[in-house]
């Protein structure tokens, strides 16, 4: 059976990752891609679906684990009866081959049992196993091989391969487990301690880079780290993240494949690279976004393939029980056919932002621009599905109609502070974007519960509203805004967490259960306290979310607020993300919403200096503490 979601760590190399278990048990990798197939599966069913254990004999040791400081290397603690021992646990960096575990006697004498059961296709397919003339295991099933190296005698138990060993103070033994495709030779070995010191290395010389001077360094550093190993480094796409199906109701339907790139949370990501002191990755992902969204304007999708693919079907996986029995299992996300309107504005505010902090972009990324919002003057005014991706039908959502607002206002503003020898009809662009303003706050805005709303004519709240001062919409003080905040406050908090929207209202996302809170929407909260001025509020629910980081770290979508659980998939890098601005913004002592409300006094949002994210500003005290 699967630990709990915040018993897993993670380990990966730059194109794919792991999660490892307390119990030193690898249940879900995917090889050679985060979107591949997984070869061990057991994560969504059962050990039959594909481990690799690694640990005491005794099931009784007391166990810690860490990770190195600055680093993505794990190391596990056991401590027996009869001794202690140390379980080092990577991935090598940029390699996209190897698995390496390396068990150092720390005291006494420890009997080990190492158990492994690869099984290629999500769980489906037993391999056939054999050796190498070397004496290497090897497990090949179609395309697929695997093949384990180490000097501890293997033997077969059924369909698995176990051994038995004991390790005692000053020694050590090592296992690597490695990927190729299965018409080619063997993958090489590598040396496990020469490879383990460069990529610790590898890992401390990137995060001493990392912003600091925050009241949370050690978190936000490893917000980081983990943003980094979810970038497909080929491409520089990064990945929702690494696993698929994780239940945001558990026992129930709401299970999605995260393996994917999605185009919502390009601005938040890029300003989280940028602003946390990582311009190369900020710039691939730019780049990566730029190619995705490439071609006719007419077929962009709200999510791509982590090479930029746009064919990702969703299949359900009938095969597998799902984590904690939540079914369907699915691979592919049908969410890649949807409609919804906010994707132009995330994509216009990143390439914004981005310029703001130095990252030029090109001619081609400014026909492509243009192209979108040729589209986009098409069709801002038709019903999308949200930025939830509801499936219950489409409808004129606020976020939607906000997002579509940013896209002009930000080419305009492109426009005016670049090359305004290009030719762009950007009267006609500030026609439309004062248009959608004043019909967002004619017909979005309820004067009942003084607050915007879910969707014109609705009077159901939603988190996302919560973005409306942080776009510059509106500032952070109208009083729209203000009592926005505190409906939502008083209406989608569970025990200081904040609701993505009521999933009782069945016209809102047409799908049975419930789910948790989503974490990125109670960081959204914390930003308009900073920008509110209620600092003291805010860093009281950055404490308590925080909190919810399981002890290396990690944290996943949402929070099961009755069970006290993270749910959903993980490490997701939404939640990183939004810690990392969040955490950033509160260190300012000046939120972004309140950065942007500086010219937006005129309540149109058009003010000089809003729109901006604060870009000016930020990247001015960035360039301060950034590496050239």
Known sequence: MAGRIEDYALVGD???????????????????????????????????????????????????????????????????????????????????????????????????????????????????????????????????????????????????????????????????????????????????????????????????????????????????????????????????????????????????????????????????LMDGGYLDEARAWRDWLVRAVAGNPEQAHILYGIAGERMLPEIELDWLPGYENSKPVRIGNAAVEQFQLDVYGEIFDALYQARQRGLLGDADGWRVGQALLRHLEKVWSTPDEGIWEVRGGRRHFVHSKVMAWVAFDRAIRSFEEGDTRVDAPVGRWREIRDQIHAEVCDKGFDTQLNSFVQSYGSKSLDASLLLIAHMGFLPQTDPRVVGTVEAIGRTLMRDGFILRYDTEDQTTDGLPGDEGAFLPCSFWYADNLIGLGRCEEARALIEKLIGVCNDVGLVSEEYDVKAKRLVGNFPQAFSHVTLVNTILNYSRANGPARERSAGAEDGTGNGDGTGTRGARLRADRTAETMPA
Not at 227 to 243: E, F, M, R, S
Request: hydrophobic share 40%; proline share 6%; net charge negative.
């Open 14 to 272: 730059g194109r794919t990752a792991a999660l490892i278990g307390r119990d030193g048990s690898v249940d879900w990798l995917c090889w050679p891609r985060f979107d591949s197939a997984a070869c061990f599966a057991a994560l969504l069913g059962t050990e039959d679906h594909g481990f690799w254990k690694l640990g005491p004999a005794d099931r009784a040791a007391k166990t810690s684990r860490q990770y190195r400081t600055g680093s993505l290397v794990l190391e596990t603690h056991h401590e027996t009866g009869t001794g202690c021992v140390r379980v080092t646990d990577y991935m090598p960096a940029n390699d996209g081959s190897h698995l390496v575990r390396i068990v150092d006697g720390l005291s006494g004498e420890v009997a080990m049992r190492m158990h492994l059961a690869v099984r290629f296709d999500y769980g489906l397919a037993v391999p056939w196993v054999s050796h190498n003339e070397l004496g290497d295991l090897r497990a090949i099933s179609g395309p697929h091989k695997v093949v384990l190296r180490t000097l501890v005698p293997l033997h077969g138990e059924g369909q698995t391969t176990a051994a038995d060993f004991s390790v005692a103070a000053g020694e050590s033994v090592a296992f690597t487990l490695s990927y190729g495709p299965s018409h080619e030779d063997d993958p090489p070995p590598v040396q496990p301690r020469k490879v383990l010191f460069e990529t610790d290395r590898h890992w401390r010389d990137w995060s001493n880079r990392s912003a600091h001077g925050t009241p949370w360094d050690a978190i936000l550093q490893r917000s980081l780290l983990t943003l980094k190993a979810l970038i497909y480094q080929p491409t520089g796409g990064i990945v929702a993240a690494p696993t698929t199906s994780l239940p945001e109701d558990l026992g129930g339907v709401r299970n999605w494949d995260y393996r994917f790139c999605w185009l919502r949370d390009s601005t938040f990501t890029l300003i989280a």
